[in-house]
């Protein structure tokens, strides 16, 4: 059976859609949604031997040959311009590694209506490369699962404009307020609190300054942010 984490993430594919989804590994997301009658065909991506490996095996052994195509690729290479994907989903894996995905190779989104990351941690470098990219985001949601929080992001071509506490904490999250999002923030302030403390006793540089009094700034934007 597909993860708490990984059905959100299927939540937000549309029906029919065609899919790529990159960083597969065993390719359980794309199996199933076709197992699910929720799309046709799907490409899973992976650039590593031994999560391709696995990957096809499933495929194979679930009789999904047919519908999805497994390749070795870095990233978006795995997309074809044949392809026609309009669905990219790429999730499990940190934030600024998504980013970066979805940076290089670009132009293989050219067909792309729908991106959908669950960035594990640093999700705020997604929304930049939205923001840097003409992509707006459509739609969140956050989930706890095995004692985790991971949180899910969709994007849509267009403009989007956000505050810095949207970019850290995300516009639909911040709206929704959800227990989950307490306590992923709570957790953070906790750990912030931690490190500017250790920072005030030990280091008296300049940088270390530095860093103390930006920490201290992301820590009262989200205290801002959870007291309203
Ligand atoms: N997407 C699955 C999930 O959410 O359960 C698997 C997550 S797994 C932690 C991350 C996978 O991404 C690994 O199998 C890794 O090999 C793959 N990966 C990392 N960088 C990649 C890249 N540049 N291109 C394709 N796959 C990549």
Known sequence: NLSERLKLVASFVEQGTVLADIGSDHAYLPCWLIQNGLISRAI?????KG????AKRNVQSEGLGKQITVRMANGLRAIEQNDSV???TIAGMGGSLIASILDNDSERLASVKRIIVQPNIHSMAIRQWAVDNSWKIVNEAIVKEDRKIYEVLVLEPGKGTYSSEEMLMGPYLIKECADAFLEKWQGELAELSR???ALTKSAQSEEAKMK???????????????HK
């Not at 899973?44 to 590593?48: D, L, N, P």
């Not at 103390?212 to 959870?226: A, F, G, Y």
């Open 44 to 48: 899973a991506g992976e650039v590593v």
């Open 51 to 54: 999560p391709f490996e696995s």
């Open 86 to 88: 309009e669905t990219v």
């Open 195 to 197: 490190v500017i403390t």
């Open 212 to 226: 103390r009094q930006q920490l201290s700034e992301t820590k009262d934007l989200i205290e801002r942010v959870l």
